[in-house]
């Protein structure tokens, strides 16, 4: 089962525009990833927060994470062509290398 | 360095056969994980090896079993295929230890399993 729901399932912005993907998970975690995949490829991992950061930035992303709530959100600025992909968070919990929990995924279209 | 390499790509299968995947992983990285992913069900973890123990396993049948070589290569098997084990098979790797404090997955390509 998954881990965690993922909000919304489906995105389409244009180029130069914000996306904004949102996150649950339910049980207690050590760290929260966000991983893109394109099209039916292997995963690729863009960024990491630990259960005790709030915010973390990395290029055009910013990744918050509210352990309270058991939430997390990606933001992509200046959207590009290139970014349009499945977007997954993924759930690390302690001592359980390798084993990561996967939300449903968002899917984002980019209009150029 | 190269990267998590995943063989065969594509593949077919009729019901009740049996198939065998294999992931080579990154030079260095110990740990090896398995995904399915299909479109109903999303990414479901299988297991993780980890110097060729089995450190964690994820909801299964029998059925899908997998080992690790002392190179930390990784193979899986599924036997008696089902219409449902058609999926996306990916492979990921990892150091697999404490040293990092964080469990950051590079993945394979994936092998596509198609069972008729």
């Known amino acids: 089962s998954q881990q965690g729901e993922e909000d919304p399932q489906a995105l389409s912005i244009q180029e130069g525009e914000n996306a904004t993907m949102n996150c649950s998970y339910k049980?207690?975690?050590?760290?929260l990833q966000w991983y893109r995949q394109n099209s039916g490829r292997g995963l690729v991992h863009l960024i990491l927060i630990r259960s005790n950061e709030r915010e973390k930035h990395s290029g055009r992303l910013r990744v918050t994470l509210d352990t309270s709530k058991k939430s997390s959100s990606l933001l992509i600025t200046a959207s590009r062509a290139a970014d349009t992909a499945s977007y997954f968070c993924?759930?690390?919990?302690?001592?359980?290398?390798?084993?990561?929990?996967f939300g449903a995924g968002t899917q984002v279209v980019v209009t150029p | 360095k190269a990267g998590v390499t995943q063989t065969p790509r594509y593949l077919i299968k009729t019901r009740g056969q049996q198939v065998t995947l294999s992931c080579s992983p990154i030079s260095g990285h110990r740990s090896v994980s398995w995904y399915q992913q299909t479109p109903g069900q999303g990414l479901q973890f299988l297991f993780e090896y980890f110097s060729e123990t089995q450190r964690n396993k994820g909801n299964f049948p029998g059925r899908f079993s997998g080992r690790q070589f002392s190179n930390s290569r990784s193979e899986m098997n599924v036997s008696t295929l089902e219409l449902g084990d058609s999926a996306l098979y990916l492979c990921a790797s990892s150091l697999g230890t404490t040293l990092s404090g964080a469990n950051v997955l590079t993945f394979g390509a994936g092998s596509r399993l198609t069972v008729l």
């Open positions: 049980t207690s975690i050590n760290n």
């Open positions: 993924a759930s690390g919990l302690t001592d359980s290398w390798g084993k990561l929990q």
